[in-house]
């Protein structure tokens, strides 16, 4: 298997090939958290907004697995030399070529619907300045190619597009140091809810908790559970009602995970009687 690159900063992943950041989502349920979005549906790969980045969890549980490696790319700040000059400015008229071609074919095809009354107006004008009809005939094949070269030396719009990823190979180094820090215990709930219970998992902040459950992609689904990891079975109480009166406002099952005196983790689960008693009707 091809391992991923992906760039290290800050104990975080970013991401910025599509087509790695398409396999780790939906082979590997690692979802990241897109930088940009997107505008609709994500029918194909170009409806997703890159860069992408890896939470601490994530990059660790992919490193763990053997998806993926670590790179720098600390070295792009240096100046190009001459020959990585060279070379960007070869894609830069490959590209101007590129738009240029289906330019020069859509004028010519336009011209082309056109020739007969082009044809007809240019004998007239030959005709015109006495010439015995005989004489005033049109190549059309000179008129095309002509028209052809007066297209090709007109100036167009011009698009330069700017890579996420950096287009020349050899661009990045390897970092063998692939230690990541994060908090133990979070990290190997994320690892067990992430082998054993099939969720998508991201982060969960925004609800108050450690960790956001998705029952599949959460493009297309909301968050089902949200997460609170414990130092130890000892719960407050106050606590307690803070973060199932949140969940239940959000709609979602509030879950209290923590790790017992013999090494086991044990997921309690908090949800409205009132959803309970709808569920079983």
Request: hydrophobic share 35%; with cysteine; proline share 5%.
């Amino acid at each position: 298997m091809v391992k991923i690159s992906v760039v290290r900063q800050h104990d975080r992943g970013f991401i910025y090939n599509i087509e790695d950041y398409l396999e780790l989502r939906f082979t590997h349920r690692i979802i990241g958290n897109l930088i940009g979005v997107p505008v609709s549906k994500p029918r194909s790969a170009h409806n997703y907004a890159l860069p992408a980045v890896l939470s601490p969890y994530e990059l660790k549980l992919a490193l763990k697995k053997g998806w993926i490696h670590l790179v720098d790319k600390r070295s792009l700040s240096l100046p190009p030399d001459d020959s990585q000059q060279a070379k960007i400015r070869e894609m830069i008229e490959q590209q101007l070529a590129e738009q240029r071609e289906p330019f020069v074919e859509k004028r010519l095809a336009e011209f082309r619907r056109h020739l007969p009354k082009i044809i007809e107006g240019k004998r007239k004008k030959l005709l015109k300045t006495q010439m015995i009809e005989d004489n005033a005939c049109v190549d059309p094949e000179q008129l095309v190619n002509d028209e052809k070269q007066r297209i090709e030396l007109m100036e167009i719009d011009k698009l330069i597009q700017i890579p996420l990823e950096h287009p020349l190979p050899g661009a990045y180094s390897m970092i063998n140091d692939e230690s990541i820090e994060v908090d133990a215990l979070k990290y190997r709930i994320f690892e067990d809810i992430w082998e054993n219970h099939n969720f998508y998992i991201s982060s969960g902040d925004s609800f108050g908790g450690d960790f956001l459950l998705y029952p599949g992609d959460p493009l297309y689904y909301h968050a089902s559970h949200v997460v609170h990891v414990l130092a130890t079975h000892q719960l407050d109480v106050k606590y307690l009602i803070r973060c199932c009166r949140l969940s239940v406002v959000v709609n979602k099952i509030c879950i209290f995970v923590y790790e017992d005196e013999h090494g086991k983790i044990n997921y309690q689960t908090m949800e409205w009687i009132g959803n309970v008693d709808n569920d079983n009707n």
